[in-house]
């Protein structure tokens, strides 16, 4: 015999493990917090929109609306246009981000560095080209003088802080450089060193997380939550979204797929080991794949030897048939290990898609161990990405999604 437990008031709620050393307790400021980030997020996505209608999409009562609504107009995140025209009743003034808060942003590659205005909708208000120079010291003072002639070509501005796309990782504990061959600024304190000119707080980053969360921010990626972000250049990097945040792991480390051995008597790979799945699936697999097909002729940059491909050129052709092979290859693995649902392809090979994506796509498809695979999204302006992405990294500072990290504190807005 045995008895029936009926549930008390029909529901009984299970138990959920709080990690207590990270738990944020549910204060009415963190209730606050929330909201806000709720009401921000839909005027965001729905401006110009009325305080009535984020209610209505919101959910939450009128004088919660009203309260969030002055308080971002008072942080200047957002600003009050002309009222809406209806045909009867009180007219509404509508909501937008506000127009005259922009981020500094820069793209620091291995020769040449990108500086650009843009604002809270990802829009560039100016870009400007500089060349690397190569000595940390001088190479970024050479940045910090563009960046204060930037700031003082908009006097009407207000700038909310600066933003780095790296072509390497940041370790997140001591925010320098790591792992960045191709840019020898490693034990160099970049941040320091532009905080110490420019009173204006820093977010750094990688490229390619920096790509995904523009694409997160300003792209199209709606509703996806699981999703992976493979740049294919000199080698091949990637970023991961999980669960709706981009995963970093303990080192900053987290996704180096490029550098996951494939063939332990493969060609010697940059790190040092060999085989690494870069050294099949980046540009300058392919580019090696040609000169070993045509010795003597002198290599080809990726740009020419897709357009030798385009051209008909079947050695070309075959080299970069293979590359795409490896990389339809190596994304099966990602899409085991993670299983996205959306993975998202930048550089090189992508730039001709319409021949190559198939062979990719067939590859991925083939060795997947259950199921569909992961839709393929390929980015055109990359960057454009990764300076809207080094704009996301500031912005993202100030929302919930950093909430219990050391940096999420809010800074005070004057
Ligand atoms: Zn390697």
């Keep these: 015999m045995y008895k029936v437990v009926t549930k008390s008031r029909g529901r009984t709620k299970g138990i959920q ?94 020769n040449q560095v990108i500086i650009a205005v843009v604002d809270l909708n990802g829009r560039f208000l100016s870009r400007e080209t500089l060349p690397l120079i190569k000595d940390p010291a001088r190479g970024v003072e050479n940045i910090v003088a563009a960046m204060k002639r930037m700031i003082a070509n908009y006097p009407d501005r207000s ?8 072509p390497g990782r940041v370790d997140p504990a001591t925010q320098r450089l790591i792992l960045a061959p191709n840019l020898s600024w490693s034990d160099y304190d970049i941040k320091g060193a532009i905080e110490r000119k420019i009173p204006l707080q820093i977010e ?44 970093k792991g303990k080192s900053g480390l987290a996704g180096e797929f490029g550098h996951v051995p494939i063939d332990p008597q493969g060609p010697r790979c940059g790190c040092g080991r060999r085989g690494c799945w870069e050294v099949f699936a980046s540009s300058r697999a392919a580019i090696n794949f040609y000169a070993d ?36 290859q190596g994304l099966s693995i990602i899409a085991s290990v993670l299983s996205p649902e959306m993975i998202l392809l930048t550089g090189g090979l992508t730039t001709s898609w319409k021949r190559f994506g198939p062979i990719v796509e067939k590859e991925l498809a083939k060795n997947m161990l259950v199921g569909e695979a992961p839709r393929i999204s390929v980015m055109t302006d990359v960057e454009s990405d990764r300076l809207r992405g080094a704009a996301a990294l500031v912005l993202q500072r100030h929302s919930g999604s950093n909430r219990q990290s050391a940096n999420g504190a809010r800074p005070k807005r004057t």
């Excluded at 009535?52 to 942080?75: F, N, Y």
């Design 204 to 247: 750094m980053d990688n490229a390619a997380n920096a790509c995904l969360l523009s694409e997160l921010w300003f792209g199209h990626m709606d509703g996806v939550r699981e999703a992976v972000l493979v740049t294919i250049s000199e080698g091949v990097g990637s970023a991961i979204l999980a669960n709706g945040h981009l995963v």
């Design 293 to 328: 097909s045509v010795p003597g002729a002198p290599r080809p940059t990726i740009m020419e030897l897709l357009n030798l491909a385009e051209d008909g050129d079947e050695k070309a052709i075959t080299a970069l048939n293979r590359q795409a092979a490896y990389l339809g």
């Design 159 to 166: 700038f909310e802080g600066i933003g780095l796309s790296l």
């Design 17 to 110: 493990r709080v990690d207590l050393a990270y738990a944020v307790r549910a204060s009415s400021e963190v209730a606050r917090d929330i909201n806000r980030d709720v009401v921000l997020e839909f005027i965001r996505t729905k401006q110009p929109i009325s305080r009535a209608d984020l209610s209505r999409l919101s959910g939450l009562r009128p004088s919660t609306i009203s309260a969030i609504v002055e308080q971002l107009l008072d942080e200047k995140w957002i600003s009050e246009g002309p009222a809406a025209r209806l045909p009867r009743g009180r007219r509404p003034t509508l909501l937008s981000l506000n127009p005259d808060m922009v981020i500094l942003v820069s793209d620091i590659r291995p």
